[in-house]
């Protein structure tokens, strides 16, 4: 009976090794396949990639993702203040009146709409927001943007004031702080390092958005754009387009974007990793 | 708070940052950077959008011969969404108009069915269609509306068939088309086929079709079937016409959807044994096999110059652009002539008469002026230039498009 | 006792921002069902007990997207249990130090990876793999079971688009039972190893207290899958057949809604029964979110000695 134990011991140990290798060997191939497809289109087109406008169907060279880069950059910056404040406001809303009805029904729905299809909303923001405009815009792409993150941002805010020991808010509370006073001088600071990762990772999640922005966005390839109200492009819709398309040149500048995205958002990651990677207290 | 002790040090503002930890200095910067991102999107929204994009300028040399009309549209952005039958000609078009007058035009290679519903919503300026807009629509916003059949171009069947060499042309009628895509034909080896082709019959291998068709409401499906319908005898029935249809062949499972012509090509490309119906200058351009079809005549085509010039001395184009032009692709598909292509189709910018905002309007004079002039002399391998009535119609559109 | 001046004043200058975001996100959802209801009215059960789309002459069937849904995440959760808890498990017990805080990093890294990173990977290299070497020799050797029993034509099916939303869901699922395996006290592990019993008895014993969680992670993880897009839409098919075989393409919701959204304002029904369909979807993935969530904030509340 001994040796029987023994071998369900080995046998359960390889068992579990080889799954877990089998678990994280598709994103180890991912990484790989993107960098060296995507950089070897990236040095090929040089630094005209960031500063190009993309190649027509039956062109020979390269050119550049500039239009959604600049696109990208626009929404990001547009709907992440909206979302962090609508998400901070509310977390702090929950932390302190946990018992209120309000804050009951905030964390009910932010939890169930965390999995919402994010092509449900990019529906609804063409109905509501597309067709009264008259036009795809930018903006829009940001509120569709905005709807989708907002959940996660809050669920990043709440955990991280939740995460502050009770010990300080009754200190606080001890020398007569008021509770305005409380938030911002003692959760936030204390919490900030969370916070600042809350902040990245929905940073992070906007940046790689493409259901939303297919139809509330519109495409805008002609040339860099920078006002909210015209149409836009980003890198991610650039990339479905593209590699649904048969032309190999767009194929390639597809792996090129894709990699150029995947450092994008591996910068944000170790940003993230930087932050958190002190003394937590 | 550590740095406000350090203010009270009165140290100077560079020595401050020297003495943060690094990751806050990190973290400082981006959000910096983010702020006058926002900062300055808010302010291009106070100071209005009527600003064009900043690289407008830069991007395109100056035109050499410049009317004083052309100086002041400079940056105009003209949105078009539609047809994917379209997009690799119209693409090439823009880039040369962008270089000669420095407006943009920026087209959504959408499908016609997606087009004509954005044209209508007016989310964008102009719409491209590869059938014209059916009678009832029409009807509905007569006289306000402008189109124009302003490129021709074959629907050619594509197939990847590895043991047919690719100096060998299978052929193919619309009654074994239709029944492939019925599901009544299965094996590639099928009697019919075999009895259409008797040169190649003993390459046909035995192994399953697969139709591959638009998942997309698509102008191209609707040139399609509308060749079917009539050239089928029967077997393709006119409930299967249309942009968006319901194929029998899917229920059998061995149906694939593609998004737009792209995603057509690209199925056939990467799936042996497979058919598909595309544009012609998607199958060029991506080296597909086109098989010959039979034409009213009776004799196997492929699309040529010649053979798609035939077929379009038939066409029947109304002489107003505020016309009804629904009758026009019955009347090119299928059509007599002995050695004309059989599935040729048009397709239709769509415009309104009216346009708010005057510079639009002028540009999109500008493009239609251009096109009949200029732009007749750049047509891409795949399509072919319409008749000498249809320059007529785009300079009688130009002239129709008014502003407020 | 009354809350004070100052506290009122706190709580209404919280209200304003707090109540927008619930706004908009019910907003959402009324937008959702107040567009859906003229084709429930129009259709009536008819649209989810045939498979057709056929715009041109107003016909609708919803049920191969919604099935082709459902079976989706159902194959993505699979796939998410066979290869996550194997890994939560190794994170847990059998790394310690560097390994595991690299494994942890690669891990978080996935969690948040954009998925139309995942979506061309997955249409380039993981269809053709799974082709080759998964689907042609299973149909080869038990075509009898009617799961495989068609011939997988171009790789692009059910089962394609099932695995590789699993292989996305994997961080995700990873996160929330390494989260529940961690907040199981440490008694119970003193417990076993008190008595004697070897590492893989351990386990079980803690995943056995852990089946509560586990199983809520996996019902999130469905929720999520359910909602998945990009993947769905470059690895499906996009093809209106349904049936039983694993290896045809199929339609998801998701996938349907990106292919016919764009041209549905040409037809008089076919936006209606688009946001029909998303409803059922969205209605599903709250409903398994809220309980999923809820689940496991009882499990913890009760696992904590």
Known sequence: ?281 | MYWKDLYKLRLSLVTQVMYMRKNTVVVMLITVAIVIIATYSILQIYYGGSKEPLTSATQTPTPTTTTSISIQLQGVVLQGAGATFVYPQLSEWAKKFQERYGIQINYQSVGSGAGQSMFFQKVVDFGCSDPPLSRDTWLKYNGSVLQVPWLFGPVVVVYNIPEIPKDAVLRLDAIAIAKIYKGEIRYWNNEYIKSLNPDIAHLLPNKEIVAVYRSDSSGTTELFTTFLYKASNGVWTKDLVGKSVSWPVEATGRGIGGKGNEGVTQNVMQIPYSIGYVEWSYAIKNNLSIAAIKNAAGNFVIPTRETLEEALKNARIPTSPIDDFSGIVDSVIYATGEKSYPILGPTHIILWRRYDDSKKAEALKLFLKWVAEEGYNHIVEGYVAPPQSVKELLIKAANEIMSQ | MKPSKRDKLFFLSLLPLSVSLLAILILSIITIVLRSLDSFQHFGSQLITSSVWNPEKEVYGLLAPIIGSLATSALAVLTALVLSLPLSIMIAEYLRGFAKSVVSSVVELMGGMPTIIYAVWASQYLVPFLKQLVMEPLHRVLPFIPLFSCRPIAGFSIFAAGVAIGISIVPYVTALILEAYQSIPMMYREACYGIGATKYETVRVMISLARPAIIAALILGFARALGETTIAVATVGNSMYLSSCLFAPGYTVSALIASQFANAHLYQYAETVLYSSILVVVLIAIVLSFYGSTTIIKWRSRIIV
């Open chain 1, 1 to 281: 009976m001994y040796s029987w134990r023994k071998l369900r011991e080995k046998l359960f140990t390889g068992l579990v090794i080889a799954l877990s290798l089998l678990a994280i060997a598709p994103v180890l191939h991912l990484i790989a396949t993107v960098f060296v497809n995507g950089l070897t289109v990236i040095a090929e087109a040089g630094l005209g990639f960031f500063t190009g406008l993309p190649p027509t169907p039956l062109s020979r060279e390269l050119g550049g993702i500039a239009p959604s880069i600049a696109g990208t950059l626009i929404m990001t910056a547009l709907s992440l203040p909206s979302t962090v404040l609508l998400g901070l406001f509310a977390a702090i809303l929950t932390t302190e009146f946990p018992k209120n009805p309000l804050s009951v029904a905030i964390d009910a729905v932010a939890k169930s709409l965390a999995s919402i299809p994010t092509i449900a909303v990019s529906m609804i923001v063409y109905t509501l927001v597309v067709i009264p405009m008259r036009g795809f815009s930018a903006l829009a792409g940001a509120i569709a943007l905005t709807i989708i993150a907002l959940p996660y941002a809050y669920t990043y805010f709440s955990t991280a004031l939740r995460s502050v020991p009770s010990i300080y808010r009754e200190a606080a509370f001890a020398v007569a702080m008021s509770r305005w006073s409380t938030v911002t001088r003692v959760f936030i600071p204390i919490a900030r390092r969370s916070a600042v990762v809350g902040v990245l990772m929905t940073m992070a999640r906007v940046m790689g958005e493409t259901a939303a922005l297919l139809f509330t966005a519109g495409r805008f390839r002609a040339s860099v754009a920078l006002s909210p109200t015209a149409p836009a492009d980003s890198i991610p819709l650039l990339i479905f387009d593209y590699i649904l398309s048969p032309y190999t040149i767009w194929h390639r500048v597809a792996w090129g974007a894709t990699a150029l995205l995947l450092i994008a958002y591996m910068a944000v990651f170790i940003a993230t990793k930087l932050v958190v990677k002190e003394v937590k207290l």
